[in-house]
């Protein structure tokens, strides 16, 4: 085939070519959109099941989803020395700062800059101005309180 004869011009299929390739970038838009949007989505849902268990009133589950260890009674010593359960039911039971947790909210989520590799997740706790911020750590979703 040369250049004399060249196949005929097909409008029909110039503007399939083109429907693809711009449905192609919308979708890729689109997903990378999505993907900025629900980047902590893994950590605020760590933090929405503790506060459901708050709400439930299962301490034990609470800290063990703290803990990021749903067996933690089978080897309570292992957490006996940072963060023993009696001091997390200090902080977070009926007579904690926040009292009995009636409802939650997250509010907002972000990096923590100078700690490294964790979310700040910050949830509304019974309707109160300031919110609760949870540490969540990415790779092994413990929770502490921020450093920052």
């Known amino acids: 085939m040369s250049l004399l004869n060249a196949p005929d ?4 299929k110039e503007r399939r070519r083109n429907i693809k390739i711009g449905l192609t970038v919308l979708f890729v ?5 999505l993907g900025w949007l629900y980047r902590y989505w893994p950590e605020e849902r760590v933090a929405d099941r503790f506060f459901t268990a708050l709400e439930q009133r299962e301490f034990e589950k609470a800290y063990g989803l703290w803990e990021n260890d749903p067996n933690w009674k089978q080897h309570p010593e292992k957490y006996a020395k940072d ?11 009926l007579g904690g700062e926040w ?3 009636k409802t939650h909210k997250i509010k ?6 100078p700690a490294g590799t964790g979310v700040v997740v910050e949830v509304i706790v019974n309707d109160r101005v300031e919110p609760a911020r ?3 750590d990415k790779k092994d979703k413990t929770m502490s309180f921020p450093p920052c």
Do not use: Q
């Open 9 to 12: 011009y097909d409008p029909a």
């Open 29 to 33: 838009l689109l997903a990378a959109l």
């Open 83 to 93: 963060y023993p359960f009696n001091e997390f039911y200090r902080d977070w039971g």
């Open 99 to 101: 009292g009995v947790v």
């Open 108 to 113: 907002a989520s972000g990096n923590c800059r």
């Open 134 to 136: 949870l540490y969540i």
